[in-house]
Each structure stands twice: as C-alpha cells, then as structure tokens.
C-alpha cells in the first residue's frame, strides 16, 4: 500500500444485537484483512432508512488505505458481514430488514464503478442517507463526490436542508 492509493470510504451500521460491538468487531476485521485504517467517523444513532423497525441503527464511517480492488474489496466485506452474523443481504429492489452488521463501500477514490446488481460505487444512495452522509462528512468534508462533483459537506447541506427547510 503506497501513497497513491485511491482514498476509500465505507459505511458501517448494525441494528441488531451489541451494536457497538459489531461495528467495533466489523473495523478490527477491516484493518486485519482489508488494509490499514485511516480514520473512523463518530457514531451515530439513527432511524432505520427504508423500512420499519423498533430497532436504533448505530452508523459510522471508516477511511480504510488498500491495495485490493473495489471487487476484491466487496468480497471482503461480505465475508466480514458474514463472520459477524449476517445471514442474509438484500438485492436490489427488495426491502430492507434488521441486520447485525452492514458494511457498504461509498467512494473507491475517484473511481465509478458499475457491475449492476453486485456493486455500485460511488454508492448509489451515498446522496440521499443523511445517516452515511453525517459520519462521512466528519472525517472526510472536502472529498469530491466522483459523479455529482460536489464536497460531501455540500451534499450533506443538501439533504440536511431537505429534511429541515428554513420555514
């Protein structure tokens, strides 16, 4: 892993279980199989998004320094996912449910990646999710969306904006 590697951002949430313990398990793991860690967003409390539950999601974002490539990459963290619980991860078009841990790749540096139903990136709703963009914009504010072009602290003004209009 050398300077030039392409800055990498993923999310983390879990709702199911010792949520912090999940999350803290899912990032040892990260930085055992995937690379070095960089950084590690606060932790947040949120509403499940996109579907209901009486369960809280606890929600972060790492910045993970790796030499593996963004397929690569998913693989890991799917293994990760699995290792820590998850038995299921939805498909495109399904509904949302609980789940113990769930790590999604948001930006692979500048790269667009699109391999359909199996991996997107930048992260198809990375714009919309204000419980990825407020961990994403603590340790990474001034990083250009690679598609949108805009910081994400501007994206998180955006969404915030949406959700609490000025009136």
Avoid: C
Avoid at 56 to 82: C, G, R, V, W, Y
Wanted: hydrophobic share 35%; net charge negative.
């Amino acid at each position: 892993m050398g300077d030039t590697d392409p800055r990498v951002f993923l999310s983390l949430g879990s709702n199911l279980g010792d949520r912090w313990h999940l999350i803290s398990s899912a990032i040892d793991a990260l930085a055992q199989q995937v690379g070095s860690i960089v950084s590690i967003a606060p932790y947040i409390e949120t509403q499940p998004w996109g579907f209901s539950s009486e369960y809280l999601f606890l929600n972060t974002a790492i910045e993970i320094k790796t030499d593996l490539s963004p397929m690569e990459l998913l693989k890991q963290t799917q293994s990760i996912e699995h290792m820590l619980g998850r038995k299921y991860k939805h498909k495109v078009g399904e509904a949302y449910q609980d789940r113990p841990i769930d790590i999604d790749i948001l930006l692979y540096g500048e790269e667009i990646v699109d391999e359909s139903n199996e991996l997107q990136v930048p992260h198809p709703l990375l714009h919309k999710r204000d419980f990825v963009l407020n961990p994403l914009s603590a340790i990474a504010p001034n990083v250009v969306h690679p598609t949108s072009h805009q910081r994400i602290d501007s994206l998180l003004t955006v969404i915030t904006n949406e959700y609490n209009p000025p009136y």
